[in-house]
């Protein structure tokens, strides 16, 4: 029998449907980009859920557990709580599927990696000595989120409810005995990720030594793994065409519930990954002026680059001007190219050091329920998640929705749950100009610091005294001859 309260549940659902009709309409009909879409998504889920707030808003007294004083406390009442687990389907339907993508993407981009292991000794060292630098970088980057995170005091607590189930990180030693896995299937059947890390591990070191012994089984894995990355990517750029989607859920869901505190979380959250960005990149300067380069002249150099990367949101598209910004530093085209490509999928300081390391603090803080919040700032917290952010940070952050992805991988490293990142997601677009244009600027400095240490830097290119087409032939021509074959 239909009662009044199902009828508003009822006319709140075909409410919320035509909402997902009309996202529909601006992607097939209207165009409109994927940026603009999760914006207005955002803006909707917003408006929805203040509208919950009002219709269906219940006023009760109930007393302070720790002043033990009566206050008021307003619950959207059973109606619009009804109404709230309809749409809270959409929300926490988005946020499994991406727990679901975490343990493809992990597995297929480490095998990857080790796939792509070829060349002569000379670019090897070359790479091993620029990956080195990139996953120290992303190291000392995430360190420095966790100080600033400490010092400034932001949390989440109002965006996230807390979960006293996630059981908090056991001890190192635990920890690590707790990575080997004993089971291939149940390692990815439970979303076991560290344990799935070493597995892919095992089977990339595998391939290289059967790539060596028998040339043609290697080209037919090869072969496979090159399709199965194919359907993990498109699985994954499936999952994160949905966002705008799930992005009307989650908001809605939580805006209903929500107070201005969570606003308020909300806006923090943004400003201080920025300062935590401007950190790193003044680190970088710092770092060149140790080197005696002027950081003025490597901005000037780099700049086009970095403003390009900031508007673009995009370290592959801003490829071509980071290797062109490099060269006229002074850095060889090797060093140049090499730097530039392993930067834009590898240790990226932004995506990767401070982006999921917040998140991971922020949910961590959040969890265990009242008076039993994790601590986050023990070592037996902070030194691993340091270390799964450098993990996560190899293969995973260059592919679509790259800080997203190594974000999911890093909670679930941890065992956390993952709703923030669908949260943030409405306003992940503003984060990431800034995440880029970190990105971009580790990549530049590992080519040139590199190219320091291995006493291969242009000076003359670098104070613009020759351009960098002179530069390369007046290499050509210093470069020994190759010897001529003798005819017999």
């Known amino acids: ?166 059981k908090e990180p056991a001890d190192i030693p635990t920890t690590i005995l707790g990575l080997i896995p004993s089971n291939l299937f149940a390692a990815f059947s439970s979303n076991e990720v560290l344990s799935v890390v070493i597995i892919a591990v095992l089977i990339g070191l595998a391939y290289l030594v059967i790539r060596k012994e028998s040339p043609k089984i290697g080209e037919r894995f090869q072969s496979f793994l090159d399709t199965a990355r194919e359907f993990v990517m498109q699985v994954v750029d499936f999952v994160i065409g949905l966002t705008p989607y799930g992005v009307l859920g989650v908001i809605a869901a939580r805006a209903a519930t929500a107070s201005w505190r969570a606003i308020t979380d909300l806006l923090s959250i943004i400003g201080i990954s920025f300062v935590m960005m401007a950190v790193v990149f003044i680190l970088h300067l710092a770092l060149l002026w140790i080197l005696g380069t002027n950081p003025i002249r490597f901005f000037k150099k780099a700049s086009p680059a970095l403003l390009f990367a900031f508007a673009s949101r995009s370290s592959a598209a801003t490829l071509p001007l980071t290797i062109q910004a490099q060269r006229k530093l002074g850095v060889s085209d090797a060093n140049a190219n090499i730097a530039g490509t392993l930067g834009t999928c590898i240790g990226q300081n932004g995506c990767a050091g401070v982006y999921p390391v917040m998140l991971a603090l922020l949910v961590g803080m959040a969890q265990g329920g009242a008076g039993q919040s994790w601590n986050v700032w023990s070592m037996y917290f902070t030194i691993p998640l340091v270390i799964y952010a450098v993990i996560a940070s190899i293969g995973t952050a260059g592919v679509g929705g790259g800080a997203t992805n190594v974000s999911l991988v890093v909670l679930s490293f941890l065992g956390l749950p993952v709703e923030l990142v669908g ?66």
């Open 1 to 166: 029998m239909f009662t009044l309260d199902t009828l508003w549940v009822l006319l709140g659902i075909i409410i919320f449907a035509g909402l997902f009709f009309l996202l529909f309409i601006f992607k097939r009909k209207l165009k409109l980009s994927f940026t603009a879409r999760v914006a207005i998504a955002l803006g909707l889920g917003i408006v929805f859920g203040i509208l919950m707030q009002v219709l269906f808003n219940e006023q009760t007294t109930a007393v302070n557990a720790v002043t033990g004083a009566d206050e008021t406390v307003v619950t959207l009442g059973a109606t619009g709580e009804s109404l709230r687990k309809w749409i809270n389907i959409v929300g926490t339907g988005f946020t499994k599927l991406l727990q679901f993508v975490v343990t493809p993407i992990v597995a297929v981009s480490i095998v990857t990696a080790f796939s792509k292991t070829t060349g002569a000794g000379g670019g090897v060292k070359k790479s091993a000595l620029i990956i080195g630098f990139l996953l120290l970088t992303t190291a000392i980057s995430a360190v420095i989120t966790i100080v600033i995170m400490r010092i400034s005091g932001v949390n989440a607590n109002n965006l996230i409810a807390a979960n006293p189930s996630v």
């Open 423 to 488: 949260i943030l997601i409405s306003v992940d677009f503003i984060i990431d100009m800034g995440r880029t244009f970190l990105n971009v600027s580790d990549s530049m400095l590992a080519g040139y610091v590199i190219g320091k240490f291995e006493r291969d830097i242009n000076k003359d290119v670098l104070h613009d005294l020759i351009s960098v087409e002179d530069a390369d032939k007046a290499r050509a021509a210093a470069a020994p001859a190759e010897p001529k074959a003798q005819n017999a």
